[in-house]
């Protein structure tokens, strides 16, 4: 029979904690509940940092995420002479552009590629292909449109991506070589890739011509793609303004052609011809030789880039003997008939001063003496100036001071002040020594006797454009003064005609047939390193018709080797081109006869 085992008491609840087991549910819930308030706590302070502490610094680095800035090309305005034909012009253009992103793996391959079909820096463009954390490089700018869309197709065929095209305009040179000196071009890029203006009125009015870029800023997606709702803003760009001249591109490629042969076939270094109007001083034709292409301006020297009409100071020569009678005559010290015995050589102070020609003593009124452009005759008469007098008008003529026309580079010449004017000075400066002057200064002073005695300043725009400086210039801000009377400029021009007259001047080759004309020949040793060297620059000045003049001309030919002067080197140049601007503007002649002043007595 079985054994039955007795009941256990019941046990008794422990007085101790409970401890809880590791793995327990509780435990869990309490330690996610820690690391949520933890992150929660993370959130808030980074939400505070960007929206209390510096708000728009993170607004900023976010916008850029993913952002691309273009410059938007200003239209260069265009340079065109007074008929509106162009001188310097933009056409269709584009600039080719790189994605960093999407070029860096091929950017060698690429950059070899791009600096053979765009004549770009090799190393240059690598650079820029593998720009880090960039979205947006210039590769080459203002590229034609066609070559640059050749250029694109022809990278897709061969696998390469992330180049783009954007517009550029192109500037551009119809004219090539005529008025190139004046007009200049756009040189060596910019670090943003665009193009520099290097010369001529390109550099000198580009405030005037260049405009503003404009900007457009747009998010685009990681492929590249511009985001549609993005955020997009453009600043548009204002283009540049035209730049009307008062050249006559005709007349100045027909000027340079006359100017390119006469210095050739005098065997000399270089020339200039200046045309202008003789009312308004507006300037028809600026001419340098030898010049350049503006289209291509790298063939060529830089030497060549400025215009030899203002940055070459030189003597004139006889040409300054016109203002010296033309500030006696208004000085009343002198008429064009006054008469002086010339001997055949003058003993001055320290050196003998003699003519050009061999003769005993001559007996020439005024008007002889500037008709066989006697220096002794012209030292004679300019005794009868008082101290002083003489710099007087040669500095009311604009002698010693700039045009300022607007173009850089000009020189303003020199004529001596008060302390340097001996009596020795002085007479070689009343016939065209011992002072320099630039051609376009010389054209304005010469000019000042057609315009009846009034100096008008030369214009070359038409209307007033701005320099960078501020400074306005042009035919409508042009400044007008006498300088001698009516009367004066009148006798003057009158004497001037007696240098053409083939009886009793030294010019005949410089007549136009059927006007009367009045001129003046130069010829002046050149000063090359401070020193006289022998050789010459001859020179013709002159307006047309004598008697109501319209246009002004100056020829200069700077060391002719054939032995030719101003009558016979620059004399048939002036008659050219003088001829072809009247027939063009087509001003008839006067009908009345020749002066016959008498040039001896």
Not at 106 to 111: C, K, N, S, T
Not at 371 to 381: F, L, P, Q, R
Request: one cysteine or more; hydrophobic letters at 40%; aromatic letters at 6%.
């Amino acid at each position: 029979m079985a054994t039955r085992r007795p009941a256990r008491p019941p046990a008794r609840k422990s007085s101790r904690p409970t401890t809880l087991r590791r793995g327990s549910s509780a435990l869990r819930l309490r330690v996610g509940f820690v690391f949520i308030a933890m992150v929660l706590s993370l959130f808030a302070a980074r939400l505070v940092q960007l929206q209390g502490v510096d708000p728009g610094q993170y607004a900023a680095m976010a916008a850029a995420e993913g952002e691309i800035s273009v410059v938007l090309p200003a239209e260069r305005g265009d340079i065109v002479d007074r008929n509106g034909q162009p001188l310097a012009d933009s056409i269709d253009g584009l600039m080719v552009v790189a994605d960093p992103s999407l070029t860096a793996q091929d950017a060698p391959q690429m950059a070899a590629f791009l600096s053979r079909r765009l004549e770009v820096d090799y190393f240059t463009t690598l650079k820029r292909l593998r720009m880090p954390d960039s979205r947006f490089q210039y590769v080459a700018r203002q590229v034609p449109a066609a070559h640059a869309r050749d250029v694109i197709d022809a990278a897709k065929a061969k696998g390469f991506v992330g180049l783009y095209t954007r517009d550029d305009p192109v500037r551009v040179y119809p004219a090539g070589t005529t008025g190139a000196n004046v007009i200049g071009f756009l040189g060596t890029p910019k670090k943003d890739g665009s193009a520099r203006p290097s010369a001529g009125l390109e550099l000198a009015f580009n405030r005037h011509l260049s405009g503003h870029d404009g900007e457009a800023r747009y998010q685009v997606s990681p492929s590249g793609s511009q985001i549609p709702l993005g955020d997009n803003t453009v600043d548009p760009a204002r283009d540049g303004q035209r730049l009307t001249m008062t050249l006559d591109r005709d007349l100045q490629w027909y000027c340079q052609q006359v100017l390119a042969d006469a210095v050739r076939n005098a065997r000399g270094d270089s020339g200039t011809i200046v045309v202008g109007d003789s009312r308004t001083g507006e300037i028809l034709c600026l001419a340098d030789f030898p010049t350049y292409d503006a289209a291509r301006p790298d063939l060529s020297e830089k030497s060549l880039y400025a215009s030899r009409a203002l940055s070459d100071a030189y003597e004139p020569g006889s040409v300054q003997k016109a203002l010296t009678m033309a500030g006696l005559i208004d000085a009343g010290k002198v008429t064009s008939g006054t008469r002086f015995e010339v001997p055949s050589v003058l003993l001055r102070q320290d050196r003998p001063i003699s003519d050009y020609f061999e003769h005993g003593t001559l007996r020439l009124t005024l008007a002889g003496i500037l008709a066989k452009s006697s220096n002794i005759g012209t030292v004679m008469a300019a005794d009868e100036f008082d101290r002083g007098e003489l710099r007087s008008y040669l500095t009311d003529f604009g002698l010693g001071s700039r045009t300022g026309v607007g173009l850089g580079g000009e020189s303003p010449g020199i004529l001596p002040d008060g302390s340097l004017w001996t009596s020795q000075t002085g007479d070689r400066i009343a016939f065209g020594q011992s002072l320099s002057v630039n051609a376009l200064q010389m054209w304005a002073a010469v000019n000042t006797l057609a315009n009846g005695g009034e100096r008008v300043d030369p214009s070359l725009v038409q209307g007033v454009a701005t320099l960078a400086d501020g400074t306005e210039v042009g035919s409508d801000v042009a400044q007008r003064r006498r300088v001698v009377s009516e009367d004066a400029a009148r006798q003057t021009a009158e004497m001037m005609e007696r240098v053409i007259d083939p009886e009793a001047g030294v010019a005949p080759g410089a007549a136009v047939p059927g006007y009367r004309v009045a001129g003046k020949t130069g010829t002046a040793q050149r000063v090359v390193d401070g020193v006289y060297d022998g050789s010459f620059t001859v020179s013709f000045a002159g307006f047309a018709p004598a008697d109501d003049p319209r246009f002004t001309a100056y020829v200069v030919v700077h060391n002719p080797r054939n032995g030719g002067g101003g009558g016979s080197v620059g004399g048939p140049a002036f008659s050219k081109v003088m001829g072809y601007t009247l027939r063009r503007y087509a001003v008839p002649p006067t009908g009345a006869p020749p002066s016959r002043l008498p040039v001896e007595w």
